[in-house]
């Protein structure tokens, strides 16, 4: 990396530890002296949102190349699906009676890592949102195989911590939701997608829209509970009113267990009808 060569000038680091014990007066405490990378109020500024996306984009990248994670599963679900002991804690019984997938969630993910680490665990590395419900179940699953997992999480008015079962220096947070949706799909070699509200409604129709345009590659992109999204979305009357086409509905599969989505994604090759695209 370029920290490691040789440079003939001075380290940033350096140069902001020095700022930071330099002679009390008007001017080195006057916000126009500090150095631009360690002034929040400039970054912060709304002329450098660009720049603050970039930041946003770079920081985790550089984080998993690091690691050595070349490709993720990821996990979209429901925060709101309780784990089977705290059933009783949900707001509604059918709240309560999706927990099941939960558990599936957590199985699959502790299958999938096993593989990975079996692999050198650069690939197939679990990630999640990092939040609760699907997501803790992921990361939880990985974490019970002795594995690490990734989680994005993001700021919102009423965030939690991350779910505990995150790999610590894997846990990245987001101001910018576009930001954050690149990092699911940059690496994804499979979705998996829990019952869910509006978020995961929103993650899964935006990755099957880059799927569909072809600015995706295809993937195994598996739909956990046919029951749950058969209710929620009609997709044969979809294809009916030629809103989108037939073949549109291959984009998916149904699942119902963690050992049937872990045989398709160790099976699954491309159609060989459906363009394609080189590289991200």
């Known amino acids: ?12 680091q350096a140069d902001s530890a020095r700022a930071a014990h330099l002679p009390d007066t008007a001017q080195t405490r006057s916000p126009a002296y500090r150095l631009a990378f360690d002034d929040t109020d400039f970054l912060c500024r709304e002329e450098l949102r660009p720049v603050r996306l970039q930041l946003e984009l770079l920081k985790p990248q550089l984080a998993l190349e690091e690691a050595g994670i070349d490709g993720t599963i990821v996990l979209f679900g429901g925060a709101r699906i309780p784990a089977p002991e705290n059933q009783a804690q949900a707001r509604k019984p059918e709240l309560a009676a ?7 969630a957590q199985e699959f993910s502790r299958l999938m890592t096993l593989k990975s680490m079996a692999r050198g665990g650069r690939d197939h590395v679990i990630c999640t949102g ?8 992921g990361n939880r699953g990985a974490e019970a195989a002795g594995g690490k997992s990734i ?3 993001i700021v919102l008015p009423h965030e939690q911590a991350p779910n505990g079962h995150v790999t610590p ?3 990245f947070n987001f101001h910018y939701f576009a930001i954050r949706k690149m990092h699911f799909l940059m690496r994804a070699q499979a ?7 509006f978020g995961t409604l929103d993650e899964t129709f935006e990755a099957l829209t880059l799927i569909q345009t072809g600015r995706m590659q295809p993937l195994p992109f598996l739909l956990f509970g046919k029951s749950f999204w058969e209710e929620v979305i009609n997709w044969d009357a979809l294809a009916r009113a030629g809103v989108i086409a037939d073949e549109d509905l291959d984009l ?6 963690a050992e049937e989505a872990v045989e398709i994604i160790e099976t699954w090759k491309p159609k060989e009808n459906r363009k394609t695209i080189p590289g991200r």
Request: hydrophobic residues 40%; proline residues 9%.
């Open 1 to 12: 990396m370029a920290e490691d060569r040789m440079s003939p000038f001075p380290d940033a």
């Open 98 to 104: 999706l927990s099941k997938y939960y558990a599936e």
């Open 130 to 137: 990092g939040g609760p419900g699907v997501m803790e179940a």
């Open 151 to 153: 989680g994005l999480s």
């Open 169 to 171: 220096e894997l846990s």
């Open 191 to 197: 979705l998996c997608i829990f019952p869910g509200g």
């Open 252 to 257: 998916f599969r149904f699942v119902e267990t």
